[in-house]
């Protein structure tokens, strides 16, 4: 299965699309594109896939998608019978991460830039505040020239701002760890990428990084809010996630592929991160084969 690209056109005279989508249905393809996407579920529910992360949706979910990150928002069986009088409704914004030039590179704006470098795997936006974002995205629709782009900039700040948010896909899907900044862990990050098919000791990550092991844990704790096992065993599971994707593998060729060296170890670290067991996963996946 392969995801496939498809254009999201934004007018010449204009720095973002704004649409509402209403349909008997969402679109039943796997695909991505260079710009970003902000989705507002007004209606409809279903199973949503990005990237290597498969959830359940409903009414009122806020997610931001970052440059070609594969997606779709698969309905529930009901929505595709003849008789369902259902309706798939959201609000989808596309743009570019430059759409406003010069303008994302002033301070102020720092927190709409470090969000969108988080998107490269999929926020989804949780609390009390999303009614008042939908608000603010349905308001757009009456706006035009400088008042509509100054409502986009408001409405991705208060998201960037957002206390209670996650993450969707793993790092080792979009290999977004690439990103961070923090110099003493540029070198670790680059390190695991190049080599967690392998066996990695936290011995030599902490010499890396020039740190005791025990400080190292403790430092990359602070930094990651999760251990270095736990970060390795993402990046090796999200890896996994794309083989299984792709059915080039059986499960046991993706588990040595991705690092592990037994079969039950990575069925239960696939589990623990995912929810389901590998199997399962390629069974969910191969929903997305009937377009």
């Known amino acids: 299965m392969k995801a496939e690209l498809i254009s999201r056109t934004i007018h010449q005279n204009s720095s973002f699309s704004l649409e509402c989508h209403s349909y008997k249905s969402f679109l039943k393809k796997w695909h991505y594109h260079p710009e970003l996407e902000l989705v507002i579920v007004l209606e409809?529910?279903?199973?949503?896939?990005?990237?290597?992360?498969?959830?359940?949706?409903?009414?009122?979910?806020?997610?931001?998608?970052?440059?070609?990150?594969?997606?779709?928002?698969?309905n529930d069986k009901v929505y595709f019978a003849e008789d369902s009088d259902l309706w798939a409704k959201a609000h989808v914004v596309h743009f570019s991460e430059n759409f406003a030039g010069s303008l994302f590179s002033i301070p102020e704006l720092s927190g709409i830039r470090h969000m969108f470098e988080r998107a490269r795997?999929?926020?989804?936006?949780?609390?009390?505040?999303?009614?008042?974002?939908?608000?603010?995205?349905?308001?757009?629709?009456?706006?035009?020239?400088?008042?509509?782009?100054?409502?986009?900039?408001?409405?991705?700040?208060e998201l960037s701002g957002y206390k209670h948010s996650k993450l969707l896909s793993s790092a080792g899907f979009v290999d977004s760890f690439k990103s961070k900044q923090n110099s003493k862990l540029i070198v670790v990050y680059e390190y695991i990428m190049n080599n967690f098919k392998q066996e990695i000791t936290l011995d030599k990550v902490a010499e890396l990084a020039n740190m005791n092991s025990s400080a190292f844990s403790r430092y990359f704790k602070s930094i990651q809010k999760k251990t270095f096992t736990q970060f390795l065993n993402e990046v090796r599971i999200g890896y996994a996630c794309k083989l299984l994707q792709e059915h080039h593998y059986n499960i046991a060729e993706v588990c040595f592929e991705s690092g592990y060296n037994n079969i039950s170890?990575?069925?239960?670290?696939?589990?623990?991160?995912?929810?389901?067991?590998?199997?399962?996963?390629?069974?969910?996946?191969?929903?997305?084969?009937?377009?």
């Open 121 to 157: 795997r999929g926020i989804k936006f949780e609390g009390v505040d999303n009614d008042r974002i939908a608000r603010k995205v349905e308001q757009m629709f009456a706006l035009e020239g400088f008042d509509k782009v100054m409502q986009l900039l408001h409405v991705l700040n």
């Open 44 to 74: 409809s529910t279903g199973t949503r896939f990005v990237g290597d992360s498969i959830e359940k949706f409903t009414p009122g979910e806020i997610v931001l998608l970052g440059r070609n990150l594969p997606h779709l928002w698969l």
């Open 265 to 291: 170890n990575f069925n239960r670290q696939f589990k623990t991160l995912k929810k389901m067991s590998p199997s399962a996963y390629v069974k969910m996946y191969a929903q997305l084969e009937y377009n």
